[in-house]
């Protein structure tokens, strides 16, 4: 057999609590991969708050501190204080954590921990509404989405939330998008944030197939459409907000081919479709007139 | 830890509400209602290979710089890849997968390669002795009779091999110019097969005339008959007898042979198959101004692709739609030719659309030298007498060679009428399969034949247009100045990068994705395989949908 290609040490066993196909057991995995076993977790109300196992079990092979619903970001400063307080410097803490833990309700504390720069790595799995508690939207739910709070009726008309720009304007070291399509690269983005001292912020795209009413063998193809369909463009934020690097080197998809496989998309039309095509489209062209003008402001 | 943990009273918890085990004893595998399983399946190009080699196989085997076991997969199926490689039609090409997505992996060149190093490494050749009770007669040196030999040898029956020529080799000795297959690499091809085991050549005995197929019926266990096809069809016009006037294969066997020609300052070639194309081609090389011409159109020509663009590049010129009529002579003097013109009509029998004649219109060219290569027959003297004949061809069953006579078997050009070095190496191998299973009265294993993979199994999300590695050769214009061999063959890192393009279609060739993508942990990488543990696996099908190549399939539970 060829090498393999990722490490095959697990850190995250099987039976654990997850639906079929889940998008976020996936990126814990690969996290887990990338760190090692010299890692601690913390854990607020998510998924993976339940993923994990019932007590006294756990899936994962690490220390995780199982914390509020708000207070991830705020935790995992203080158990990295503790850990350097006991001379412990090498321990790599990683705060895990849903969209609605990271875009709306631990907004706070996380920008109060990005402020004062502490040393831990943020991943936020982003699977775009509060799946654990019955799919009810979040600011990170997209338009045009279904959730149990925007029904088909009354979809949800505003957009995404940008969290990519709120954490560059804390001006951390490092901060990421990735998606469980392309596990390597996101392993080579914890690992490299992993070389930072600071508040690192990663936020992976994992498909909830439950939630979004997509059979779960799709899971990893909605997640290489999204990034190919530009609705969720690989880019990486470096030297405290100052850098951008969009992942350009793929062939594009249109977006219907993402949103129609979805029945959180299903009552949308063909217009509505274009519309948000439109409006990605848009966006894109803008991200990347921003990678120009911050790669030509001389002495960056 | 498979045993979940319970306190039965409250002193039995830790102080802190914190975790004491693993999620071991909660076997998922209860939630799954649909099953996935590895099921590797049929690569299209092993279909379309007319001696089935396992392609995938050995292309697999290639990227893991397994050269010898690859050039192993290959002698399983057929004992001359270096022949192969170079005069090969290659219809594994025109079923590869990868053909619909961008360019098809150019398999012929792989398997070129692949004969070459057969041939620089010797050891390669497992050497078989002779164990087995029974013996065998093989007549015909040509790829069909070389085949046949070479598997009952490799199973320990010592063979006996009738030639007429002086060397073996047959049609890829007298038929195929050097330029294509040098004579150099055909010797050690021969001399590769004929010490591999118990094999004694009788070179310069034409069985039918030197020594009767009676004879050989008593003295021997089982006789093959690969006599292919080694007489020019006349084309039956007037004039056609005199000086000017050659066979094609007369004239290729001369040029083979090292001998002198002299094709005149203009020569014209009577055909649409490859022979008329290796004429044309040694005759433009010998000095000639030449012309082909063919009775229907370019699209119909039985030739090989390449061959004819080929000789297009090199300065061939052709004529369609047009057919001799009459041959002219002054004084018994070559003086020209008149065609008569044809046009397409309804399709005929091998689907090809038959040419007819347009009243009343000819065509006339001057020409130094005519050669005809129209088609050839086989040379059934003394074999029509004994085994049963239908339009001039012997009479065998397709897929084992068996004849009327019990122990006469048959294969190759000479059953099949004109077709492939592959299909007459495919007719060997095949009649020496059955003879062996005669021989020690074992059945033929009657397993299923997998499901073929075609472009909407494979996962092409994975793929990146590429185009197809062209093998290396030489200028065309150097090319048809002698006769050096045109194609020069892969380096290493053409090699590999033409093998990495291989879809390996059905076939599992480890490149993780499966066991990277699930989501419970449920796939165990050993050393040479992937495992599903069902305990744990949910099926949620992640693994069949992000297989690249569909090596795996799905069961419902509890069907």
């Known amino acids: ?300 | 830890m498979i045993k979940k943990v319970e306190f039965k009273t409250y002193r039995e918890m830790p102080i802190r509400p914190m975790t004491v085990g693993d999620m071991l004893w909660n076997l998922t595998g209860s939630w799954r209602n649909v099953r996935p399983y590895y099921d590797f399946k049929r690569s299209p190009c092993i279909v379309g290979c007319p001696t089935s080699e396992n392609i995938q196989r050995y292309i697999q085997l290639v990227t893991e710089n397994r050269y010898e076991e690859a050039w192993r997969t290959i002698i399983d199926n057929n004992p001359m890849p270096a022949v192969t490689g170079r005069v090969c039609f290659h219809p594994c090409m025109s079923n590869c997968t990868r053909g619909e997505y961008d360019e098809p992996i150019n398999i012929n060149a792989i398997e070129r390669s692949l004969g070459d190093m057969g041939l620089e490494n010797p050891g390669w050749m497992a050497k078989a002795k002779a164990t087995g009770d029974k013996k065998a007669a093989v007549v015909g040196g040509g790829p069909a009779g070389l085949s046949c030999a070479f598997y009952l040898a490799r199973a320990g029956y010592p063979v006996t091999l009738f030639e007429t020529d002086g060397a073996l080799g047959g049609v890829l000795r007298w038929g195929i110019p050097e330029y294509r297959l040098p004579n150099g690499t055909l010797d050690k091809v021969v001399k590769a097969i004929i010490d591999s085991g118990p094999i004694t050549v009788k070179t310069g005995v034409k069985v039918g005339r030197d020594i009767g197929l009676d004879k050989l019926e008593k003295e021997f266990d089982a006789v093959f008959l690969g006599i292919g096809l080694a007489r020019s069809r006349s084309m039956d016009v007037d004039g056609e007898d005199g000086e000017g006037v050659e066979p094609g294969l007369s004239f290729l066997r001369k040029v083979n042979g090292g001998e002198k020609v002299d094709p005149g300052k203009k020569a014209i070639v009577i055909g649409g198959g490859n022979t008329a194309m290796d004429v044309a081609r040694c005759a433009l090389r010998s000095g000639s101004d030449v012309t082909v011409v063919y009775r229907r159109t370019v699209n119909e020509m039985p030739a090989i692709r390449e061959e004819i663009e080929e000789a297009e590049k090199e300065g061939v010129k052709f004529e369609f739609l047009a057919a001799p009529k009459e041959i002219l002579r002054k004084k018994g003097k070559l003086a020209g030719i008149v065609f008569q013109r044809m046009e397409l009509g309804q399709p005929d029998e091998s689907g090809r659309r038959k040419p007819v004649a347009v009243e009343g219109e000819t065509i006339r060219m001057e020409a130094d030298r005519i050669y005809s290569a129209i088609g050839e027959q086989a040379d059934l003297e003394g074999i029509s007498e004994a085994v049963e004949t239908e339009w001039n061809l012997i009479k065998a069953d397709e897929a084992t060679g068996q004849t009327g006579r019990k122990k006469v078997f048959a294969g190759g050009d000479a059953v099949t009428g004109a077709a492939s070095v592959v299909e007459a190496i495919a007719a060997g191998r095949k009649a020496a399969e059955k003879i062996i299973r005669i021989f020690t009265g074992r059945a033929e294993s009657g397993e299923a034949e997998p499901a073929t993979v075609g472009i909407d199994d494979i996962n092409t999300d994975y793929f990146s247009k590429t185009r197809q590695t062209k093998m290396p050769r030489i200028p065309v214009g150097r090319a048809r100045e002698g006769f050096g061999e045109i194609h020069t063959g892969y380096d290493a890192a053409l090699l590999h990068r033409e093998a990495d393009r291989c879809f390996s279609c059905g076939v599992c060739n480890y490149c993780d994705n499966c066991w990277v993508f699930c989501p419970d942990v449920a796939i165990m990488r050993h050393e040479n395989e992937y495992e599903i543990n069902y305990d744990y696996c949910k099926g949620c099908l992640v693994c069949v949908q992000e297989c690249p190549r569909n090596a795996l399939s799905t069961r419902e539970e509890g069907k």
């Open chain 1, 1 to 300: 057999m060829k090498p393999a290609t990722m490490p095959t040490e697990e850190l995250m066993g099987s039976g654990h609590l997850a639906c079929q196909g889940c998008g976020a057991t996936q990126a814990m995995r690969f996290a887990l991969k990338a760190l090692g076993p010299d890692t601690a977790l913390v854990i607020p109300a998510c998924c993976w708050a339940v993923i994990d196992g019932s007590f006294p079990h756990s899936c994962i092979d690490l220390p995780i501190y199982h914390t509020a619903f708000e207070t991830a970001a705020v935790v995992a400063s203080g158990l990295k204080a503790g850990l350097e307080m006991r001379g412990d410097t090498k321990t790599t803490v990683m705060a895990w954590a849903g969209d609605g833990g990271t875009f709306d309700i631990g907004l706070q504390s996380l920008s109060g921990a990005a402020e004062r720069n502490d040393d831990f790595i943020y991943v936020c799995y982003d699977n775009e509404a509060y799946m654990n508690t019955g799919i009810q939207r979040s600011s990170s739910t997209p338009v045009g989405a279904w959730t149990t709070t925007t029904p088909v009726t009354n979809y949800k008309r505003e957009p995404k939330k940008n969290m990519i720009d709120i954490m560059a304007a804390h001006s951390i070291p490092y901060i990421a998008t990735a998606s469980t399509a392309y596990p390597h690269d996101f392993m080579r983005k914890i690992a490299k944030a992993n070389t930072f001292r600071g508040t690192k912020y990663i936020q992976i795209f994992a498909p909830c197939p439950t939630g979004w009413k997509l059979a779960p063998e799709l899971s990893v193809k909605m997640a290489r459409l999204a990034v190919t369909s530009k609705m969720y463009p690989l880019l990486e934020i470096t030297d405290h907000g100052q850098k951008l690097e969009v992942w350009k080197d793929f062939e594009p998809t249109p977006i219907a081919e993402y949103m129609k496989a979805q029945g959180r998309f299903r009552h949308l039309s063909d217009a509505e479709i274009a519309g948000i095509e439109k409006d990605v489209e848009a966006k894109w062209e803008r991200l990347l007139a921003k990678e120009r003008m911050l790669a030509s402001i001389p002495g960056l």
